[in-house]
């Protein structure tokens, strides 16, 4: 029975400890939280209707990439740009996918390029890029996010 006695009171002690941890504020807990997570990477990016039957992370997203620069290609293909400009072959376009899973396209240009006219460049895009597929927006923590990439597009002469 003595043993039993000491047994509790041992017990007693030890299990004080347990109700006086302090329990950390939202504040710090927010914060570590956001420290943790990887903001220059998505869970999912974003995908087009023909690339949703692959279950490979990385194909999917290659797949998304393949379909939608050979999509800008073959809009840009039928277009004067090649014609205006002959030494123009690659243009880069700035591609934005917003969460309510609209595009936005702009051309980039680099620091050389004076001889083109860059608001003529601008405004064929406009034009010729449209009437897209329906895009799903990249996932971040089960949210839609905004994304934006550059595309090389290779104009090609036809």
């Known amino acids: 029975m003595k043993n039993y ?3 509790l009171v041992i017990i007693l002690f030890n299990s004080c400890q347990y109700f006086e941890k302090q329990v950390p504020s939202e504040k710090e807990l927010l914060q570590k939280e956001l420290k943790s997570i990887n903001w220059k990477e998505v869970d999912e ?6 690339c949703e039957k692959i279950d490979d992370k990385i194909q999917r ?3 998304f990439f393949e379909v939608l620069t050979q999509l ?4 840009l293909s039928t277009d004067t740009l090649s014609l205006l400009y ?7 376009v700035k591609v934005t996918i917003f969460p309510n899973a609209t595009m936005q396209f702009e051309p980039q240009f680099a620091k050389d390029s004076l001889n083109y006219d860059r ?5 064929i895009l406009k034009l010729r890029l449209v009437n897209f597929p329906k895009v799903n927006p990249a996932i971040k923590r089960g949210v839609p996010v905004k ?9 090609k002469v036809e």
């Open 61 to 63: 997203k290659n797949c």
């Open 86 to 92: 002959p030494k123009l072959d690659t243009i880069e």
């Open 147 to 155: 994304t934006q990439f550059i595309l090389p597009v290779i104009i």
């Open 45 to 50: 990016y974003p995908s087009l209707q023909d």
């Open 5 to 7: 006695h000491l047994f």
């Open 119 to 123: 608001v003529k460049i601008d405004s």
């Open 72 to 75: 800008i290609q073959e809009k």
